[in-house]
């Protein structure tokens, strides 16, 4: 009998059975025999080693009592292991239930994906019976489906797709690790050394890597967050583990991140008189208008995103034939229209009416927010007329507001580099200053609190028709704009209830201008099932498209435009007219908002441009354009298992630009009139703010030129209290991430 040193080797494993030792007692005799001494020679270490064992074995009851356990009973245990915490962590629950469950909900996956990794090594690498490896599979393939049977939706209450995704991002790569690790190991000699070499080289470049991301994660556009005595400094060991995967690693298998172009292009565009002008490479065959309703006046109960508003759009879109023969003329209040060609489309947006043709808005009496209150015994709040500052600029400056949902202050310079590089040159002394803040803190888990915190002040509303923070400019002759590019009303959804009848329309009442149609519509916004899924609709992991282009280019389309229309009304200024009427424009994007955190690489180029134009067109020199988040990501790996996650949730981004003017008068106030003789802006950049601060810098701004003191103070034009903690600056205890040290 002839043994070599290989098949000696490959043939102990098989000996890993209940006779394990007495084979290899078998073994040693052979090898011994005369017989094999005039063979090929053995190496005998794989005996003795295994012997070894053997011995060990023998010394040990629980051991040998585990080698005895058949090895289909040893794959019942890990499934059933792998199906009971993969339903533990199904549990469902409202919003703030998933959050304070989810170290449990992420450990239960965890479990889940080590008891399945396993039973799939067992399958490749261990000796296992044809039959019982096909039955294994088998088994596995129907758990499978019966766990996602059981719970594959895409809410807080039902979240098994969720889940199912990130059990997949640990599951695959782990497990191909593991079979890559298995097979080089197999054919190549030595490899365990040569594999600890490349651990350690890897792991001294990821420590490197580490180091740096841990210094830029201070880093902004102009300054770095401070570590000053006295000031909160965020809680845990905050080390950013995600900065080490490359753009792309966590949605790389979901798509292409780029849209698809139409297979016609189609000129359309609409002039000054409302008319519709379109050409088709087709020709005028088969080409139709969907004139889109305008919907700023429906009712709230029109506006209920959960299959109502979407539909109701669908329902009262009107498709006319279009033909070049004769004018298409739009009606007056249309915003937008999607022209089909064949089997392609394309959006046209307008600004209209337009700002010459827009009433100037009387407020209602029992409604007026520019009455303190409605009780005529009241007392008036104490106001400050900046005319008593010689050479004080008295118009009311503008206000554009970029809401990016779902964005730290760490993941916008991670993910949108490019804006992060104009946002830098928005910062040019005499003109117009750029301000970062550093300690900008979220007070909720989501956007509910966090825009109501920004919008009405508040975050339970301590009044009936509580009404948005547009309504107070709409109130003091400023045109008011807003997209709603998620196919949602924001006063429906977040304090419908707070109104006391559904039958009147809020938007109405506190916008000139809005645009939520071409959001709504199916090819975007699915209208059956969950419109909020993983692969279609405002929070999908994949580019969200829509007719060849990104959802948020129609959104910035519409921007540019009112932008045009509002610039040429300013232009009067030239001509000493009085009659100038300020703007304010309020968006919000949402692609921020989606486990990968990958999507918002495609924002950068169009945010970019936008901030660019506005640089360039020279309206910052009297318009306050603030760039920020209500908050950081809240869901996916980083969130779910690391404290630098849990941190980058309550620090959102924040950065403004203020005209110069602006600038000096409140350095100026705060000299004269502050309590502390700071900068404002300097001071206010490294200490704890919060939305709070963004509603009263947002009242401060719509009182121009005679603002309420109170605001002043506890807005951002005002240096806020050195040392603030949570409970001073309004952030709850279990949302808190920024906490003053103790002292020794």
């Known amino acids: 009998m002839s043994y070599s040193r290989l098949s000696l080797r490959d043939s102990l494993p098989q000996y890993s059975n209940g006779n394990s030792c007495e084979s290899a007692s078998t073994l040693g005799v052979q090898s011994a025999s005369p017989i094999a001494n005039t063979q090929d020679k053995i190496d005998l270490s794989y005996y003795h080693v295994f012997s070894k064992h053997c011995t060990h074995v023998n010394n040990n009851k629980f051991a040998n009592l585990l080698l005895h356990v058949p090895k289909p ?85 039902h979240h098994g797709f969720y889940n199912l995704l990130v059990f997949l991002v640990i599951f695959v790569p782990l497990n191909l690790a593991i079979a890559l690790f298995y097979v080089l190991w197999r054919k190549i000699d030595n490899f365990i050394v040569y594999f600890f070499i490349f651990l350690a080289i890897g792991g001294i470049s990821a420590g490197v890597s580490l180091v740096h991301y841990r210094r830029v994660f201070d880093q902004g556009a102009l300054g770095a967050f401070q570590y000053i005595p006295g000031e909160c400094q965020w809680t845990g060991r905050n080390i950013p583990f995600i900065d080490l995967l490359p753009a792309g690693t966590q949605n790389f298998w979901a798509g292409s991140m780029y849209c698809r172009p139409e297979s016609q292009k189609i000129k359309a565009s609409v002039d000054g008189d409302g008319v519709l002008r379109v050409a088709c490479e087709s020709g005028d065959k088969d080409v139709f208008v969907d004139v889109l309703p305008e919907t700023r006046q429906w009712p709230l109960k029109d506006k209920d995103m959960w299959h109502v508003f979407n539909h109701l759009i669908l329902k009262k879109v009107v498709r006319i034939p279009y033909s070049s023969s004769r004018p298409f003329v739009l009606n007056e209040t249309t915003q937008a229209v999607v022209v089909r060609c064949g089997s392609s489309s394309t959006i046209v947006t307008r600004v209209s009416p337009s700002l010459a043709k827009l009433p100037v808005f009387v407020p209602p009496s029992d409604s007026d927010t520019r009455l303190a209150s409605n009780s005529a015994s009241a007392q008036k709040p104490a106001r400050f007329n900046t005319s008593r500052v010689a050479q004080m600029r008295l118009e009311q400056p503008n206000v554009v507001y970029l809401m990016l949902d779902a964005v730290s202050r760490r993941q916008f310079y991670r ?59 709409r109130d003091r002759g400023y045109v008011t704009a807003r997209i709603e590019g998620s196919c949602d009303d924001w006063a429906k959804e977040l304090v419908g209830n707070n109104f006391d009848s559904q039958d009147y329309s809020i938007g109405n009442r506190s916008l000139d201008y809005e645009l939520a149609s071409p959001f709504c519509l199916p090819e975007y916004y699915p209208n059956v099932g969950n419109a909020y899924g993983n692969f279609k609709g405002p929070y999908s992991i994949t580019a969200r498209c829509l007719y060849g282009r990104y959802v948020h280019d129609w959104a910035f389309d519409y921007l540019y435009q009112l932008r045009r229309e509002f610039r040429k009304h300013h232009a009067k200024k030239l001509e000493h007219q009085k009659d100038v009427r300020p703007y304010m424009i309020t968006t919000s994007f949402l692609e921020g908002h989606e486990g990968t955190g990958e999507v918002l690489r495609t924002l950068d180029d169009s945010l970019a441009a936008f901030i660019e134009s506005m640089r360039d067109s020279g309206e910052l020199d009297d318009t306050v354009l603030i760039v920020c988040a209500d908050h950081g990501l809240h869901m996916g790996l980083n969130f779910a298992f690391l404290q630098n996650g849990r941190i980058e949730h309550q620090n959102p981004f924040f950065a403004m630009s203020v005209p110069e003017w602006l600038h000096e008068f409140s350095e100026t106030y705060q000299t004269e009139y502050g309590s502390e003789k700071v900068s404002p802006f300097v001071a206010n950049e490294q200490r704890l703010m919060t939305p709070f601060e963004t509603h009263h810098t947002f009242r401060v701004l719509a009182d121009w030129p005679e603002f309420e003191t109170d605001s002043w103070k506890r807005s951002l034009f005002a240096a806020q209290k050195a040392g603030r903690t949570c409970e001073e600056a309004g952030v709850g205890t279990k949302y808190c991430m920024c906490k003053i040290p103790a002292t020794r």
Not at 442 to 452: E, I, L, Q, W
């Open 73 to 157: 009973a040893v794959v019942a245990g890990l499934l059933t292991i792998f199906a009971t915490s993969y339903l533990l962590s199904l549990q469902a629950g409202d919003l703030i239930y998933i959050k304070d469950h989810l170290g449990i909900i992420g450990a239960e996956l965890v479990v889940s994906v080590i008891s399945l990794t396993v039973v799939t090594v067992m399958l490749y690498a261990g000796r296992m019976r044809s039959n019982t490896r096909r039955a294994t599979l088998l088994l596995i393939l129907c758990i499978c489906a019966a766990l996602y049977w059981y719970d594959h939706g895409e809410r807080f209450e």
């Open 415 to 473: 993910r949108l580099p490019r804006s992060a590089q104009v946002l830098k040159t928005l910062h040019r002394p005499g003109n117009h200053r750029l301000f970062e803040l550093y300690r900008y803190h979220s007070v909720g888990f989501s956007t509910d609190n966090n825009t109501k915190a920004a919008y009405l002040g508040e975050i339970y509303p301590s009044r009936l028709n509580p009404l948005p923070i547009w309504a107070y400019y």
